[in-house]
């Protein structure tokens, strides 16, 4: 039996898309995510492809098939190294494809890698405060050789994981303050539900834009534990 709960929600739009799809899993073009429940363990993949169209279709559609095969037990690091390996034989010329991979157990241990995706940011409900964790690694299908690295932490009741493509923060127009405001309106609203942080995110993003069309497809996905 978990010690606590978790609840997750995803979002999702594709390149100049209006409208945001939300479930638990789902993929745009360009974008996806994927979750998977073994007894007390949770894994969870959320990855964008470069470019749109297509072949960012197919290498999203690849890489979710590859991610529907790890086993609950299989480490995830040579995942990233034989899906990177997958991709790249498939002969797409600059198609790559961004993915953050994680496991969590029915203690809140959280195991977190990453390959071309923004940092993995957390809430820390205990001091209210916003921790990004150091995974920085090349895309899947550049260099299936490249050392990807895992973190691990452990999470607290009421701690929120924010997982997400770039196409959120790119909306803003000053480099490095959309993320600053991202941070923030997270801190503002970690201790409301799960699908209000959603919102309140998306809506974010929309005001930066004045709700013209997304340039690039936007995945976001909030687990809370509870």
Known sequence: MAVFGVTAVLALAGCGDTDIERGLTGAAVGAGASLVVDGDILTGAVGDATGHGLKAGIVVAATKSLFNSLQPKEELLPFLKNASTALKGMGFSQMYMGITLFRLDSQGMLS???????????????????????????????????????????????????????????????????????????????????????????????????????????????????
Request: aromatic fraction near 6%; hydrophobic fraction near 35%.
């Open 112 to 226: 977190i890698t990453s390959a071309g995706m923004p940092l993995p940011i957390i809430y820390r409900s205990a001091d209210k405060s916003i921790e990004e964790l150091p995974l920085k690694g090349m895309p899947l299908g550049s260099f299936p050789d490249f050392p990807y690295t895992k973190h691990e932490t452990k999470l607290q009741t009421g701690d929120v994981l924010l997982l997400m493509s770039d196409g959120l923060s790119v909306r803003y127009n000053l480099d490095g303050e959309g993320e600053k405001q991202i941070h923030e309106t997270l801190r503002q609203v970690a201790n409301r539900p799960a699908e209000e942080i959603l919102n309140t995110l998306i809506k974010l993003g929309d005001s930066w834009s004045e709700n013209r069309p997304k340039d690039d497809d936007i995945t976001l996905f909030i687990l809370k534990t509870s």
